[in-house]
């Protein structure tokens, strides 16, 4: 049994009915495989194989009497591989916006508490998407943010997949003992002693929280850089309100080459600062179109992973974050790639200099009570929508394996990610690249989105906005470099 942290807790008061924290992804597949093809029956066998690699599959919540704590992972002594496995097939025509349609009522459910928080669906039917063989499957994956960040995910993922078509020699599962559930005496025992560990545990982070105080105000003397965004300083648009219990989702892939051939030909960007521009110069015709432009710039939020390779394999959520400007009030794309890639940096080094462990640590002394009766104030009474957005939407970006990846020899031919969206955050952009091709896909509301597939034709569009100026510009000019780090 261990403790959730304090980050990890926060995704659970976040969720409520309308707004499951479901870190989701579809994979899909090409069935054929050396012995024949992959159906239902050998996906889950292949599961049930693995399952054991991954701790997280087989653990659930354990809360303590009153929410007077964090809950606890403990092992499920009533787990059951088939409640997390479901199977189905698309409706006609078995296109690509069937897909899309599955997968925002899917990652719409939120998962049930009372048992592991994850679960997958076996699609069959993919039979008229480009690009892809017909008859293909997809696998529609999601679990608790409470569980997992990104990079855990990816983690969760690959414990299922092989570098090879032929499946990698996997130790077999020791039977399955779990240890006993805990009482709620032996939980209200264990809180009473987290208490008492709580004032050591301050005295643990606070030195790092002083440094960070110490260093910031002379960040920007030490680097000649202006201060990144701060909260509450992104402009109110229609992404930041209520949401509904309603998602829309959709995604879209592009060849890893071509952004890198947009990175070349402006000296001293990198792939990031291209998807940002790519999203940002979409959030701008979207907003155009539908006429919320604000005239100040949104402020996107980039999750930053703070796992060492020694944390490789853990669950749970260990990130910190950086605020950046889209530059979205500004019309020319090249003017905008600058400000982006300049503003990247920054907040990049701004990032460096605070104590992330310190930032990560510190929710553990929000009592989880409290922070669950606030979330629930906060979405009750809808306050998202009389403030300040903290900022305006998510760009996550979480780098995959460059080489081919297999399921019990069906080949991996994509994959594309879905995130949470709460009140006053309606909009999560999603960035996953795999094998030369980048993913990039959008997790909305209903009410916010409708038409979420305008948005990735933006997309595109925005991505040959780019490379058009750039090929026009004279050769070796492009956006002014950042101040070194």
């Known amino acids: 049994m261990h403790r959730l942290t304090g980050l990890d807790a926060a995704f659970l008061y976040l969720e409520t009915p309308k707004t499951p924290m479901n870190v989701a992804s579809v994979s899909i597949y090409d069935p054929a495989t050396p012995t024949g093809q992959l159906d239902f029956l050998t996906f889950r066998n ?32 009533d787990f059951d591989l088939d409640l997390h496995l479901h199977h189905t097939a698309l409706p006609k025509p078995g296109g690509w916006a069937e897909v899309r349609d599955l997968m925002a009522r899917f990652v719409s459910r939120p998962l049930d508490r009372s048992r592991p928080l994850w679960e997958m669906t076996f699609v069959e039917g993919l039979d008229t998407i480009p690009g892809v063989p017909p008859g293909s499957v997809a696998i529609l994956g999601k679990a608790h943010h409470a569980a997992i960040d990104g990079m855990s995910g990816a983690d969760m993922l690959s414990a299922l997949l092989d570098p090879t078509p032929e499946p990698r020699p996997v130790p077999a599962a020791p039977p399955w ?17 987290e208490l008492l560990r709580q004032p050591f545990k301050a005295l643990d982070i606070i030195p790092g929280a002083i440094r960070t105080a110490l260093q910031l105000p ?15 300083t992104a402009p109110r648009t229609r992404l930041n309100r209520p949401v509904s219990a309603r998602r829309t989702w959709d995604g879209i892939l592009i060849p890893l080459p071509r952004i890198k051939a947009v990175k070349d030909l402006a000296p001293g960007t990198t792939v990031n600062d291209v998807i940002l521009t790519i999203c940002a110069g979409a959030l701008r015709r ?43 009030d500004e019309a020319d794309p090249l003017r905008r790639f600058a400000h982006i890639h300049a503003g990247a940096t920054q907040s990049k080094a701004y990032q460096k200099a605070v104590d992330a462990r310190s930032l990560t640590n510190a929710p553990d002394f929000v009592p989880f009570g409290l922070a669950n009766l606030a979330s629930r104030l906060y979405t009750g009474m809808e306050v998202a929508g009389q403030h300040a957005p903290v900022y305006n939407c998510v760009i996550t970006n979480v780098p995959g394996p460059q ?28 960035i996953f690249s795999y094998a030369g091709t980048v993913a990039i896909s ?32 004279p050769a070796g000019a492009g956006p002014a470099p950042a101040p070194s780090t």
């Open 442 to 473: 959008a997790t909305s509301d209903h009410e916010i989105m409708p038409n979420i597939d305008a948005f990735m034709r933006h997309i595109e569009d925005s991505l040959a906005e780019l490379e058009t100026a750039l090929r026009a510009k």
């Open 218 to 232: 002379a960040v920007p003397q030490v680097l000649g850089a202006e201060t990144p965004p701060l909260p509450f």
């Open 177 to 193: 003992r779990p240890e006993s559930t805990p009482g709620d005496l032996e939980m209200l025992t264990r809180t009473y002693f």
């Open 286 to 328: 979207y907003l155009q179109e539908t006429g919320d432009l604000p005239k100040k710039p949104l402020i996107a939020m980039a999750p930053i992973s703070t796992r060492e390779m020694s944390a490789r394999g853990t669950m749970g959520n260990q990130v910190s974050a950086m605020l950046i400007d889209l530059a979205t």
């Open 46 to 77: 292949h599961v049930a194989a693995r399952i054991h690699l991954v701790r997280t599959y087989r653990e659930r919540l354990a809360m303590v009497p009153l929410n007077l704590d964090a809950p606890s992972w403990v092992e499920d002594p």
């Open 403 to 430: 080489q081919p990846l297999y399921m019990s020899g069906a080949r991996l031919l994509a994959n594309l990610g879905a995130g949470p969206i709460y009140d006053g955050l309606g909009l999560i952009i999603t």
